[in-house]
């Protein structure tokens, strides 16, 4: 069964940093676009960051610009996000999604593409 693990989530000051992974369990991320969203409560999910299969394209939500990176590995089984300068509004639980996509130089921050979904990983910013 393919799957996608989150990990890296927890408890931070406003002002904090935290790296969030994401890891494909059973198979290669080799070939996928991915995408970091963000559901916090009573709230729609929302798209974040993505990283093209080649890691040419990324791409951010407005908010999170200048604060958040996005990478991947050279094997391409880890897809990172670095989240520095958090503040409260980023609280939420955070997903990595997987979208089929090789050779392509683009990447989506909607969710309609995205057929493989890990479990998600809160993260919490309160002081």
């Known amino acids: 069964q393919l799957q996608l693990v989150e990990s890296g989530g927890g408890l931070v000051q406003p002002g904090g940093s935290l790296r969030l992974s994401c890891a494909a369990s059973?198979?290669?991320?080799?070939?996928?676009?991915i995408g970091w969203f963000r559901q916090a409560p009573g709230k729609e999910r929302e798209g974040v960051s993505c990283?093209?299969?080649?890691?040419?394209?990324?791409n951010y939500v407005e908010s999170v610009k200048g604060r958040f990176s996005i990478s991947r590995d050279n094997a391409k089984t880890t897809v990172y996000l670095q989240m520095n300068t958090l503040a409260p509004e980023d609280t939420a639980v955070y997903y990595c999604?997987?979208?089929?996509?090789?050779?392509?130089?683009?990447?989506?921050?909607?969710?309609?593409?995205?057929?493989?979904w890990g479990q998600g990983t809160q993260v919490t910013v309160s002081s």
């Open positions: 990283i093209s299969d080649r890691g040419t394209f990324t």
């Open positions: 999604a997987a979208d089929w996509r090789p050779y392509a130089n683009i990447c989506t921050l909607t969710k309609g593409p995205f057929n493989l």
């Open positions: 059973t198979f290669s991320l080799d070939g996928y676009a």
